[in-house]
């Protein structure tokens, strides 16, 4: 089946979807005349509750500069900064500011939600702190089993004096914006959170990972001060794996005329035909005023040089009062450059609705052209180019930050990905971030887009559509995934839910196909309904059985391998939560790197496969527990340095020749005991020497290592790479001094001075040579002037207990790093790291001028 760039046929319009309750849906439903006074907030927040969708809304990249009236230009202010905080309690309302304190419930009468809200409220004992925020980060980790999945942080039933959060943020807004219609966007909250604006209740979120709206057009004080406040619950989970707590992704306001395209309206698509491409534009206008308004849509394809290639014009419409409609246009590109893993190119659609005589909403939606198509026997094709799908499974919290990453962290995980050959990510297992998607699409990254909630409740396809409608512009995303391991994936009830799910998928979405990742019941309940079928682990025979069953299903791997090792180490080691970080550990139903990637490797039917996981994460200690607190999964610590296995993957996933020696050569006190020794190569023949004297040659097999073992002497160990006979690349590992110096490496140099830019200081110890000593754990001191601050540390170690959000950390296996945020002036953000015994290292980062983004 050929799929385009993003649709094929059907397009949705604005109020086909689940969504929630505006003044116009309720004109329309005949709830309210129009020109009626609007129904009281609370009743439309609650409608909008039970219909468990924030209405549509334009696409999040920042507005287009357009022509007309600077008071119906649209805004979309960030909201990150400068937020109150305080822990509550899910036990004592006096501890919780009284909420659901007393004979009448926070609900009773409108305008007194929560104290907090009260504009007199003293909120001078709350912290201030920037968003992204994770609390649980900041808290310290407790040894109790009923935490283990979760990263031992103190959250749930058992913890209520930690497990509810607080945030409060004030702002004035001017009374020119009475007349306008504004809304919040949160991009991510986690979790159960209740929304309030000067003590209106907004709405209830009770989703983690899924984005939502509030419509504050009402109750918003025009000409002085707002009080917005949140009250997070953190106290059950979602998952099984760490989540963090708090508003960990961005907040925005939203200010637009009456007249406007809403949330998600803009939806572009694709056909590719030769050098030229057909775009079909899609745009909702929704109209929430008491008069028909008769527009336009002018839409403008340019590509990454600013350079237009394309410019359509509507005819003029007439949208009815508190309602919406949905202009269709087409435009050709020609000479279009595609979107692909190699060469990721981006088009925007710069889109202005006119009326009356000038334009009275803009913005811009980010998309590529590229085609997709499946074949039962060959894979995944994209533009035409069968691809094999190298993927990782990812968690989205990183060392230092828990969960609320900072927009660059994103394009640094991403990167790593890519260096090390990956061409795919999957969202495991809820929707991502937003910045995670804009990063994949800018850097080549195909996503598996998961849902958190596999379901055909009212909840459940809510939480999807919002994914799908958010989403479906980004050409990363070449499938949809709507759920993994489910208990129900067997049944037939599953496959009723699954079938409900992929109708709407459908309807929103025509071009891409569904999964669901099966770790069993393969054949069974909803395997007859996904377009995917989704391998979570099996075997060779297991998979071959089904392929001769299923011979025109569609395949991949959607969760394989969970080999498990920890960077740096080479024997086991349960006391201190270690593992060898030789391809050799996984539990009872994974696998190693090589067996998984040379079964699927040599079956063109399977499309390829997502390892378990890219990125080591908080939670599922897996094999171990206490003292551990991270997994073991991952290819890359949760700092973002490799393992071994990594470079198992570069040889074999990448095309570049890759030569990796291991481990290193530190073994004193065990002189003349075998040490074993491995390679990682894609290279014809590797010779091993150690202190210039051949341990022998051996010729590369596909998709497996070499191995050696060594007497351990002191002095250096070397590898040779001979392709077609002649040495094309040598590696050494050399037995080091002892430690000397800190090393500081930035992954930039040079960064933003946003107030949200980052960089990531790798810190290194290395002896009077400069080699870093890969054994050394001296306890490293930073200290941060200049024009930044300190955000977080890690260092990859699965046991540490050291707090993220201090100045000390101790380095792990001769590694820690730190990540610093720029502040809002330009200069130097200036890093020192110190350790006793050792000599200090200095760093300067440029922190260069720039225009912030639009905040409030």
């Known amino acids: 089946m050929q799929h385009n760039a993003f649709g094929i046929s059907t397009i949705p319009t604005g ?60 805004e979309r202010l960030l909201l990150d900064f400068d937020w109150r905080f305080h822990l509550g309690n899910a036990d004592d309302p006096a501890q919780d500011f009284g909420f659901a304190q007393g004979n009448d419930g926070p609900f009773a009468k409108t305008g007194y939600l929560f104290a907090p809200g009260r504009a007199d409220f003293d909120a001078g004992a709350w912290r201030t702190v920037d968003l992204p925020h994770d609390w649980a980060a900041e808290l310290p980790f407790v040894n109790d089993p009923d935490l283990t999945s979760h990263g031992f942080k103190p959250l749930g039933r058992k913890y209520p004096d930690t497990s509810i959060g607080w945030y409060r943020k004030t702002f004035t807004l001017p009374a020119g914006d009475e007349g306008r219609c504004l809304w919040l966007e949160f991009d991510g909250v986690y979790r159960n959170c209740i929304v309030s604006l000067n003590g209106v209740y907004l709405t209830n979120a009770v989703s983690g990972y899924a984005p939502f709206r509030a419509d504050i057009t009402d109750m918003a004080r025009y000409g002085g001060e707002n009080v917005l406040v949140v009250r997070v619950d953190a106290t059950e989970n979602e998952g099984w794996f760490y989540e963090g707590a708090g508003i960990y992704r961005h907040v925005w306001l939203v200010k637009t005329a009456p007249v406007h395209v809403p949330q998600w309206g803009t939806y572009v698509t694709a056909d590719v035909r030769g050098r030229e491409a057909r775009v079909s534009l899609h745009t909702t206008i929704a109209n929430d005023s008491d008069a028909a308004a008769a527009c336009r849509v002018v839409s403008r394809i340019v590509d990454a040089a600013g350079t237009t290639r394309a410019t359509v014009t509507s005819p003029t419409v007439t949208v009815p009062a508190w309602s919406d409609t949905t202009v269709d246009q087409t435009a050709t590109i020609r000479d279009a450059e595609l979107w692909s893993i190699e060469t990721p190119h981006l088009y925007r659609v710069l889109t202005a609705i006119e009326s009356a005589g000038r334009v009275v909403d803009d913005g811009e939606t980010r998309f590529g052209v590229r085609t997709m198509h499946w074949d039962a026997e060959r894979g995944f094709f994209l533009n035409g180019r069968r691809v094999e799908l190298k993927g990782t499974c990812n968690h989205q919290d990183h060392a230092g930050v828990g969960s609320a990453l900072p927009d660059r962290l994103q394009y640094y995980r991403v990167a790593k990905l890519k260096e090390m050959g990956s061409n795919a990510y999957r969202t495991s297992h809820n929707p991502p971030t937003p910045e995670l998607l804009d990063a994949c699409d800018a850097l080549g990254m195909l996503v598996l887009d998961e849902t958190r909630m596999f379901a055909s409740s009212a909840e459940g396809l809510s939480q999807l559509e919002r994914l799908i409608r958010r989403d479906r512009n980004h050409p990363s995303v070449f499938c949809w995934s709507i759920g993994n391991e489910e208990p129900l994936q067997g049944t037939p009830e599953g496959a009723r839910m699954a079938t409900s799910m992929k109708r709407l998928a459908r309807r929103l979405d025509p071009s891409r196909p569904i999964t669901e990742a099966m770790n069993g019941s393969w054949g069974e309940g909803l395997s007859a309904v996904v377009d995917v079928q989704g391998f979570n682990y099996g075997d060779a025979a297991r998979i071959d059985a089904y392929h001769t069953k299923f011979p025109k299903q569609w395949s991949m791997g959607t969760e394989v391998g969970s080999t498990v090792s920890t960077r740096g180490i080479y024997a086991n080691d349960p006391e201190r939560g270690y593992v060898e970080a030789y391809d050799t550990q996984f539990p009872p139903w994974a696998a190693t790197a090589e067996n998984w990637w040379s079964t699927y490797d040599a079956r063109a039917f399977l499309a390829g496969g997502f390892v378990w996981t890219g990125f080591d994460y908080r939670g599922e200690p897996t094999p171990y527990a ?231």
Request: charged share 20%; net charge neutral.
């Open 626 to 856: 206490w003292p551990c607190v991270n997994s073991h999964f991952g290819i890359l610590d949760t700092c973002g340095f490799p393992k071994d296995n990594f470079y198992y993957y570069r040889a074999w996933w990448g095309d570049q020749p890759v030569l990796h020696l291991f481990p290193h050569w530190n073994w004193t006190g065990r002189e003349g005991e075998p040490i074993r020794v491995w390679v990682h190569s894609n290279l014809e023949r590797v010779e091993l020497f150690l202190n210039g004297r051949s341990l022998g040659a051996q010729t590369v097999t596909r998709n497996q290592h070499l191995e050696w073992n060594v007497p351990y002497a002191p002095g250096t160990l070397e590898a040779r790479g001979f392709s077609k006979g002649t040495q094309v690349l040598t590696t050494k590992r050399e037995t080091t001094g002892a430690p000397a110096r800190l090393e500081l490496v930035p992954d930039r140099a040079a960064i933003d001075a946003d107030g949200e830019d980052v960089a990531v200081v790798e810190v290194r110890v290395v002896d009077a040579q400069g080699r870093v000593v890969p054994d050394a754990g001296p306890t490293v001191e930073f200290a941060i002037s200049g024009m930044g601050r300190l955000i977080g540390l890690g260092n990859g170690d699965p046991s540490d207990h050291d707090p993220d959000k201090g100045t000390l950390r101790r380095a792990f296996n001769g590694r820690c790093a730190a990540i610093v945020q720029a502040s809002k002036s330009p200069g130097d953000l200036h890093v020192s790291a110190s350790a006793r015994g050792l000599g200090p290292a200095t760093l300067a980062i440029a922190c260069r001028p720039v225009t912030p983004r639009p905040a409030l």
């Open 15 to 74: 109020s086909d979807a689940m969504g929630t309750w505006s003044r116009r849906d309720l004109i329309k439903g005949g709830l309210l005349a129009a020109g009626a006074t609007l129904v009281p907030e609370p009743t439309r927040a609650m409608l909008a509750n039970a219909a468990g969708l924030a209405s549509a809304v334009h696409d999040d990249a920042p507005p287009a500069t357009s022509a007309g009236a600077a008071e119906s230009a649209r």
